[in-house]
């Protein structure tokens, strides 16, 4: 099954999830994350948990990367407990890296100090990337170009499957 988590600011209004789980054998999508942070914690190497952090909580006007991760974090972790998820085997966090995510990433990684960590920087995505996470693959597309990079999982290493980005 596929769990889609958009922003809380978009997610909010049309009553849909920005928090999920996924069991085994699950796809989370995370669509156009482009100033925002993608996070998945992989739990016993099968069960996903993942967020969708915007920079603005809804109802807030300022950006405020600490509270939002903070908020995401919190509801990851209570999922956590309620599947009886134990040990988190990799961490996943893609954003773009020219932000303030890197305390949300820090704060990720110290409540589940995971066995691995995988840190995707999407700056080279100029117009955000449509992100797909399995407990064995992460797939980035551009949405401006559509061209994608695919993540082995718990590695991080990737493969080309189209063309390469003009930075690579």
Not at 13 to 32: E, L, N, Q, S
Not at 55 to 74: L, M, R, S
Not at 84 to 107: E, Q, R
Not at 117 to 142: E, H, N, P, R, S
């Amino acid at each position: 099954m596929q769990i889609e988590l958009l922003e809380p600011g978009i997610a909010v209004p049309k009553g849909r999830g920005y928090v999920g789980v996924g069991d085994p054998g699950d796809t989370i999508y995370f669509p156009h994350v482009d100033s925002c942070m993608a996070i998945v914690a992989i739990f016993d190497k099968t069960r996903l948990i993942g967020g969708h952090i915007g920079a603005q909580w809804p109802g807030h006007h300022e950006v405020d990367y600490k509270f939002c991760g903070n908020q995401i974090i919190t509801l990851m972790e209570a999922n956590r407990k309620r599947v009886k998820a134990d040990a988190c085997t990799t961490l996943i966090l893609v954003y773009p890296g020219s932000t303030g995510w890197k305390d949300v990433a820090s704060a990720a990684y110290g409540s589940w100090s995971p066995d691995a960590m995988i840190d995707i920087d999407t700056t080279f995505c100029a117009k955000g990337a449509d992100i797909t996470v399995t407990a064995t693959t992460i797939t980035l597309v551009d949405c401006k170009t559509n061209l994608s990079k695919e993540y082995a999982v718990p590695t991080g290493d990737f493969e080309m499957k189209t063309k390469k980005f003009p930075n690579d």
